[in-house]
Structures are given as structure tokens and as C-alpha cells.
């Protein structure tokens, strides 16, 4: 069930945000890496796909034409998981797991809770099930909100900047997982990320949008080249692709700098 | 992967969902306790007052009133009984406006009062009471309800009418509340500062609070209010509880976050303007009865909505007892005391409560 996006434009108030975005494709069983410089409308794009910003423009999910359907229609079939976690609810995660389920489908109690049941262990929660929200790590909280999309079994999952508060150790855990979740159910993962040697190692595909437009997208050791670096954020970068260890993407220095 | 802890499929041999269960039959037992202390405190209000009937006598009364005196029999069914449900049905209506508005506004502090409510209802009932003006074709004392709960109302629609101009923020909400209290104290002002001293008597009593003007016919009101409005809180519970989730996240569940604050919003209003009109501004309930069973059971509605309800009406039902036993044959304005005996409850919950929420 591949997702193509075409002609998406968006406006937030009076500012476009997003201008005719075209050309965009993510391939069910892979992980799509959208990149781009702050305030590119990476967050935006996300959104918009999910029905959470009105959007003008074609967004395909395998036969089904996501721009036709409401948001609740939408929200059957994809989830869109926002950078910040943080709560104050006073739920258990068990209750919070629930509650994602709940609001998606109604059926049997049994039955929500074996799913609840499924996605807390697949994400080693169980002895965390109980406790609530407030008293989480940052790293336990994301895996609760993963849990939460998870659980309602989405065609399409977009993350955005699912590791920017998590340490080295939780963004690999994290990343690995979302891999292996995208091969095994052979859904559709895009997210937005910052570290460009995270997306070179993780994704199969990168989108680049910069200043609310499709620049580019391939795969990593296509778009990752110090030309489009510079094109794209404006700095010289050394790249290495080695053979028997992870692509490194080495910022060297910025083109414009601040004073000047 | 060397560094990667792989997250794998491990069964764990206590089930999460028979724990869950456990802890849902844990709050349903407290939810359970406290209906029976409502029922427990009805009783003892109805038992309580003037004239010293026993309780045996009080209970005979309830349940064959023909085989008890004709006086015990009015005493306790057209003048104690509509009273102490009353205070159940009132602090019930107030507890649940304010837990929903604090749910909706995604802040602790919100109630009918600090939403300007309360201001606007005081204000209609100023207008009955020093102008003798009614915004209803009515007399009597339902030109000062009419007119306190068309004003409640009115300040309700206001808040929703302007947010809608700007988006649905929630802070737009709350700053246009407050800019509404602040609006009907100025008009409640004036008319006091024109009033006679008999009218700002009579004015300061109703702001105080009373449930002794009850009437069968204002309880149906009350109640009715609650029938209509629970239904649909009850429907929405799941969107209630995702909306604690913030915003965005609630909008990714598929919840159409806006139609759902706008339509709530309309039932809290209802609640809290019946309740203020009928009995005055109360205050206090409608802030801790929902912070207080929120320390009890948390936030899920399935659970948190009827504890509110709970909370609210134990607490009024026992303010009605005490403002009658407090001072012996004087009855004290019951907005005085909610405050006198939900504070000790609410203090000794945040105080051994080591959560870290906004309870």
C-alpha cells in the first residue's frame, strides 16, 4: 500500500506553508526519512497528510484517496505521532494504550484489552503498565506513545522527530524497532528527523522538503552528498559511505555566519 | 546493532490486562463508596433540622409516610427532602461543569466561577432583585432564577461565540472568560452601588448560596439539566479523556477536537447556569470536587466523570448538614461553608498524593 503525494498545498492563516508538493512516494515494509532545515514545513506535510491541517492536493494510500476522507475516516487507516509526549493526564499507560484503541474501534472489552495486552509487551512495557504518564522518562513515554499507535494496527505511521528528546541508547532502541515493525507489517513508516546520520542509517528512502517545496528524495547515498547539503541547509559536510560501517555525515561548517 | 537493546515479543506471566482489571475494580469499589456516603449523608440531611424528629422516625417518613404524622410527613417530604437533593443534584451538576471545563480548557483552575458564569448569573439576579427587571415574562422568584440563568448562559455563548471568531485556542477561551467575570462584577457594581440597603441585604444572601427556596418543580429543573447533559458526556468519554492528551494527539485519534470543545462546552453551560440560578453561586465545588477524584481515580472518564459527580454532591450534601448543625437553630448560606469542608479533604489529598499531575 504505497503512499504518493501530489499538488499539496497548505496554508496556515494567511501563510502558505506548503507549495504544490509533488512527486512524493513511500513503499509499505520501509522507513522514509523526511529531512529538511527548520520551519521547511516538515511538521506541516505530516499533518496535513493526516487530515490534522486542511491541505489542498492528492495524498494515495494503496486505492484509498486519504484527500476525499475526514479526518476520523483517515485516522482508521494512519497515525501521526507528534514530537512532544509530554502530559499531565492522570492515566496508567495501560489506560492510555487503551484509550488510542478505544477511540479507533468499538469492540468487545476482551478483545481491546488482548490488543492492549500485544502492543505493551511488544514494546517491553508490561512492568510499566501501571504506572502513570506523569511519573515516565522521556524514553518510556515515547515507547507509550508508540504503543499507542501500535495499537491501532496503521497502514501508514508518521513520527515526527520521534528521537530529538531521547538519548543515544533510546534513538537506536527506537529506530530499530520502527524497522523491524515496517518490514514485519509491511506498513507505511515516514518521519521527520534532524540527525542526518540516523535517517542515512535507518531509512530506505529520504523525502527533502526546504521552504515548503519537494526539493529532492531517493535513497540516502543518493540525496546525502555534500552538494544537496549545501543546496539544502546551507553548510559544508564531508560524507562517507563505508562499506562495513554506517554511512557518517560530518557537518564542517555553516556557509552563512551569524555577525556577519 | 551493538548498541541496540532489541525490543522482542516476551510474554510476561502477569497479564497487563488482569491487572488493569484488578485496578478498574479497585475504582469502581471507591466510585461504589462514594454513592453509598451520598446516600448516607442524604439521609442524615434529611434527618437534620429544626425540630427534633428521630432518624428511625425520618426514615419511617420516607418510606410510609402515611403510617408517620401529617406534620413529620410535610416536614420531611415538601420541606427537608427537595433541600437535600438539592444540594446532591446541584453539587453533582457543579462538580461535573467543572471537571469538564477543566478537561475542555486543558486547565486546573477552571470552573463556572472563574469562567465568569457565576458573575454573569449574580448579575441577572441583581437585575431582579434592585430594578425588579426580568429578561422572562415570569414573576415571583423565578424572575431572579429566569433571569440568572439567561445571563449564565448568555456569558457561555459569549465565550464560545468569540473563541469561534479566533480559531478554538483554548487560551482565547479562558482569557475571554475572564475578561467576562471581570465584565459582570463592573455591571454587578453599579446596580449595587445604586441599591437599596434592603435589596443589597437580600442581594448579598442570594450570592451567598441557599438551598432552602427547593421546590420539587426546581429540582425537575436541576435534575433535568443533569438527564440531558450526562448522556452526552457519557458518549464522548473517550474523546473527554484523549483531549488530555493535548490537542494535536487527540486530533491524530481521529477526533474532531473543536466540534467536540464547542459541544461540551454548551453542556457545561447548561449545568453550571441551572445550578447557579437555583441556589447561587456556590463556590469551591466545581474546582475541587473534580481535583479531588482525580486523586481518587485518575482521569479516565469512564471513571473520573461519575467520581466527580460524586465528590461534588457529597460535598454539598454534607456543607447542607453542617450549615444547619453549626450554629444550633440558625441556618448558615451554604456557599459559605463548601469551602470549610472541602478544604481539609482537599489539602490532606494533595499532601499524602506524590503525583505530579495538575491535581
Same mark, same amino acid.
Given at each position: 500500500?504505497?503512499?504518493?503525494?501530489?499538488?499539496?498545498?497548505?496554508?496556515?492563516?494567511?501563510?502558505?506553508?506548503?507549495?504544490?508538493?509533488?512527486?512524493?512516494?513511500?513503499?509499505?515494509?520501509?522507513?522514509?526519512?523526511?529531512?529538511?532545515?527548520?520551519?521547511?514545513?516538515?511538521?506541516?506535510?505530516?499533518?496535513?497528510?493526516?487530515?490534522?491541517?486542511?491541505?489542498?492536493?492528492?495524498?494515495?494510500?494503496?486505492?484509498?484517496?486519504?484527500?476525499?476522507?475526514?479526518?476520523?475516516?483517515?485516522?482508521?487507516?494512519?497515525?501521526?505521532?507528534?514530537?512532544?509526549? +509530554?502530559?499531565?493526564?492522570?492515566?496508567?499507560?495501560?489506560?492510555?494504550?487503551?484509550? +488510542?484503541?478505544?477511540?479507533? /474501534?468499538?469492540?468487545?472489552?476482551?478483545?481491546?484489552?488482548?490488543?492492549?495486552?500485544?502492543?505493551?509487551?511488544?514494546?517491553?512495557?508490561?512492568?510499566?503498565?501501571?504506572?502513570?504518564?506523569?511519573?515516565?522518562?522521556?524514553?518510556?513515554?515515547?515507547? /507509550?506513545?508508540?504503543?499507542?499507535?501500535?495499537?491501532?494496527?496503521?497502514?501508514?505511521?508518521?513520527?515526527?522527530?520521534?528521537? +530529538?528528546?531521547?538519548?543515544?541508547?533510546?534513538?537506536?532502541? /527506537?529506530?530499530?524497532?520502527?524497522?523491524?515493525?515496517?518490514?514485519?507489517?509491511?506498513?507505511?513508516? /515516514?518521519?521527520?528527523?534532524?540527525?542526518?546520520?540516523?535517517?542515512?542509517?535507518?531509512?530506505?528512502?529520504?523525502?527533502?522538503?526546504?521552504?515548503?517545496?519537494?526539493?529532492?528524495?531517493?535513497?540516502?547515498?543518493?540525496?546525502?552528498?555534500?552538494?544537496?547539503?549545501?543546496?539544502?541547509?546551507?553548510?559544508?559536510?564531508?560524507?562517507?559511505?563505508?562499506?562495513?560501517?554506517?554511512?557518517?555525515?560530518?557537518?564542517?561548517?555553516?556557509?552563512?555566519?551569524?555577525?556577519? | 546493532?551493538?548498541?541496540?537493546?532489541?525490543?522482542?515479543?516476551?510474554?510476561?506471566?502477569?497479564?497487563?490486562?488482569?491487572? #488493569?482489571?484488578?485496578?478498574?475494580?479497585?475504582?469502581?469499589?471507591?466510585?461504589?463508596?462514594?454513592?453509598?456516603?451520598?446516600?448516607?449523608?442524604?439521609?442524615?440531611?434529611?434527618?437534620?433540622?429544626?425540630?427534633? #424528629?428521630?432518624?428511625?422516625?425520618?426514615?419511617?417518613?420516607?418510606?410510609?409516610?402515611?403510617?408517620?404524622?401529617?406534620?413529620?410527613?410535610?416536614?420531611?417530604?415538601?420541606?427537608?427532602?427537595?433541600?437535600?437533593?438539592?444540594?446532591?443534584?446541584?453539587?453533582?451538576?457543579?462538580?461535573?461543569?467543572?471537571?469538564?471545563?477543566?478537561?475542555?480548557?486543558?486547565?486546573?483552575?477552571?470552573?463556572?466561577?472563574?469562567?465568569?458564569?457565576?458573575?454573569?448569573?449574580?448579575?441577572?439576579?441583581?437585575?431582579?432583585?434592585?430594578?425588579?427587571?426580568?429578561?422572562?415574562?415570569?414573576?415571583?422568584?423565578?424572575?431572579?432564577?429566569?433571569?440568572?440563568?439567561?445571563?449564565? &448562559?448568555?456569558?457561555?455563548?459569549?465565550?464560545?461565540?468569540?473563541?469561534?471568531?479566533?480559531?478554538?485556542?483554548?487560551?482565547?477561551?479562558?482569557?475571554?472568560?475572564?475578561?467576562? &467575570?471581570?465584565?459582570?462584577?463592573?455591571?454587578?457594581?453599579?446596580?449595587? #452601588?445604586?441599591?437599596?440597603?434592603?435589596?443589597?441585604?437580600?442581594?448579598?444572601?442570594?450570592?451567598?448560596?441557599?438551598?432552602?427556596?427547593?421546590?420539587?418543580?426546581?429540582?425537575?429543573?436541576?435534575?433535568?439539566?443533569?438527564?440531558?447533559?450526562?448522556?452526552?458526556?457519557?458518549?464522548?468519554?473517550?474523546?473527554?479523556?484523549?483531549?488530555?492528551?493535548?490537542?494535536?494527539?487527540?486530533?491524530?485519534?481521529?477526533?474532531?477536537?473543536?466540534?467536540?470543545?464547542?459541544?461540551?462546552?454548551?453542556?457545561?453551560?447548561?449545568?453550571?447556569?441551572?445550578?447557579?440560578?437555583?441556589?447561587?453561586?456556590?463556590?469551591?465545588?466545581?474546582?475541587?470536587?473534580?481535583?479531588?477524584?482525580?486523586?481518587?481515580?485518575?482521569?479516565?472518564?469512564?471513571?473520573?466523570?461519575?467520581?466527580?459527580?460524586?465528590?461534588?454532591?457529597?460535598?454539598?450534601?454534607?456543607?447542607?448538614?453542617?450549615?444547619?448543625?453549626?450554629?444550633?437553630?440558625?441556618?448558615?448560606?451554604?456557599?459559605?461553608?463548601?469551602?470549610?469542608?472541602?478544604?481539609?479533604?482537599?489539602?490532606?489529598?494533595?499532601?499524602?498524593?506524590?503525583?505530579?499531575?495538575?491535581?
Amino acid at each position: 500500500m504505497t503512499l504518493t503525494i501530489d499538488h499539496l498545498d497548505c496554508s496556515l492563516g494567511k501563510r502558505r506553508i506548503l507549495h504544490d508538493v509533488s512527486g512524493l512516494s513511500a513503499s509499505p515494509g520501509e522507513i522514509t526519512a523526511l529531512i529538511g532545515p527548520n520551519g521547511s514545513g516538515k511538521s506541516t506535510l505530516l499533518k496535513a497528510i493526516a487530515g490534522i491541517e486542511a491541505a489542498s492536493g492528492r495524498i494515495r494510500l494503496g486505492e484509498r484517496q486519504l484527500d476525499a476522507l475526514s479526518l476520523e475516516q483517515r485516522s482508521q487507516c494512519l497515525y501521526y505521532l507528534l514530537q512532544d509526549t +509530554s502530559t499531565q493526564a492522570a492515566l496508567s499507560v495501560f489506560e492510555a494504550v487503551l484509550l +488510542s484503541r478505544r477511540t479507533q /474501534v468499538a469492540e468487545p472489552a476482551a478483545t481491546a484489552l488482548s490488543a492492549v495486552e500485544r502492543a505493551l509487551t511488544s514494546l517491553e512495557l508490561d512492568p510499566l503498565a501501571e504506572r502513570e504518564l506523569v511519573t515516565l522518562s522521556g524514553g518510556q513515554r515515547q515507547r /507509550v506513545a508508540i504503543a499507542q499507535a501500535i495499537v491501532r494496527k496503521p497502514k501508514l505511521l508518521m513520527l515526527d522527530e520521534p528521537t +530529538s528528546a531521547l538519548d543515544l541508547h533510546h534513538q537506536l532502541q /527506537v529506530l530499530d524497532y520502527l524497522r523491524r515493525l515496517a518490514r514485519r507489517e509491511g506498513i507505511v513508516i /515516514v518521519l521527520a528527523i534532524h540527525d542526518l546520520n540516523l535517517a542515512a542509517r535507518f531509512a530506505d528512502h529520504l523525502w527533502v522538503v526546504k521552504e515548503g517545496r519537494h526539493i529532492v528524495s531517493g535513497m540516502p547515498e543518493q540525496v546525502l552528498t555534500p552538494e544537496r547539503l549545501r543546496d539544502i541547509y546551507a553548510i559544508e559536510a564531508h560524507v562517507e559511505w563505508p562499506i562495513d560501517a554506517p554511512p557518517r555525515v560530518i557537518p564542517l561548517s555553516a556557509l552563512h555566519r551569524l555577525g556577519d | 546493532m551493538k548498541a541496540t537493546t532489541r525490543l522482542s515479543h516476551t510474554a510476561k506471566p502477569e497479564s497487563t490486562a488482569v491487572r #488493569y482489571l484488578a485496578r478498574q475494580r479497585r475504582q469502581r469499589r471507591l466510585i461504589a463508596l462514594a454513592a453509598l456516603a451520598v446516600l448516607i449523608s442524604l439521609l442524615v440531611d434529611v434527618a437534620t433540622g429544626p425540630g427534633a #424528629y428521630a432518624l428511625p422516625d425520618v426514615l419511617k417518613a420516607l418510606v410510609a409516610p402515611s403510617e408517620v404524622s401529617r406534620i413529620l410527613e410535610i416536614v420531611v417530604w415538601e420541606i427537608r427532602l427537595p433541600v437535600a437533593l438539592m444540594a446532591i443534584i446541584v453539587g453533582a451538576s457543579l462538580a461535573v461543569a467543572g471537571a469538564e471545563m477543566q478537561t475542555l480548557l486543558d486547565n486546573p483552575l477552571a470552573d463556572p466561577f472563574t469562567l465568569g458564569i457565576s458573575s454573569a448569573a449574580s448579575f441577572g439576579a441583581a437585575l431582579a432583585i434592585v430594578l425588579d427587571f426580568g429578561l422572562l415574562p415570569v414573576a415571583g422568584t423565578l424572575l431572579l432564577t429566569g433571569n440568572a440563568f439567561l445571563l449564565a &448562559m448568555f456569558a457561555s455563548l459569549a465565550i464560545w461565540a468569540l473563541s469561534r471568531l479566533r480559531g478554538v485556542s483554548i487560551q482565547t477561551m479562558v482569557l475571554m472568560g475572564i475578561a467576562i &467575570m471581570f465584565f459582570f462584577n463592573a455591571l454587578l457594581g453599579i446596580l449595587q #452601588y445604586v441599591a437599596s440597603a434592603e435589596s443589597l441585604q437580600q442581594l448579598m444572601f442570594w450570592s451567598l448560596g441557599s438551598l432552602d427556596k427547593a421546590s420539587w418543580g426546581k429540582l425537575g429543573l436541576a435534575g433535568l439539566a443533569l438527564m440531558i447533559t450526562m448522556p452526552a458526556f457519557i458518549r464522548a468519554r473517550s474523546q473527554l479523556t484523549a483531549l488530555r492528551l493535548g490537542d494535536v494527539q487527540a486530533k491524530a485519534m481521529g477526533i474532531d477536537v473543536g466540534r467536540l470543545r464547542l459541544r461540551m462546552l454548551l453542556c457545561c453551560a447548561l449545568l453550571s447556569a441551572t445550578a447557579v440560578a437555583f441556589v447561587g453561586t456556590i463556590g469551591f465545588v466545581g474546582l475541587v470536587g473534580p481535583h479531588i477524584a482525580r486523586l481518587l481515580v485518575g482521569e479516565d472518564q469512564r471513571v473520573f466523570l461519575p467520581m466527580s459527580a460524586l465528590t461534588g454532591a457529597l460535598i454539598l450534601s454534607l456543607t447542607s448538614i453542617l450549615s444547619k448543625t453549626l450554629i444550633p437553630g440558625i441556618l448558615l448560606p451554604i456557599g459559605l461553608l463548601t469551602a470549610l469542608i472541602g478544604l481539609p479533604f482537599f489539602v490532606s489529598l494533595i499532601l499524602r498524593s506524590r503525583r505530579e499531575t495538575w491535581r
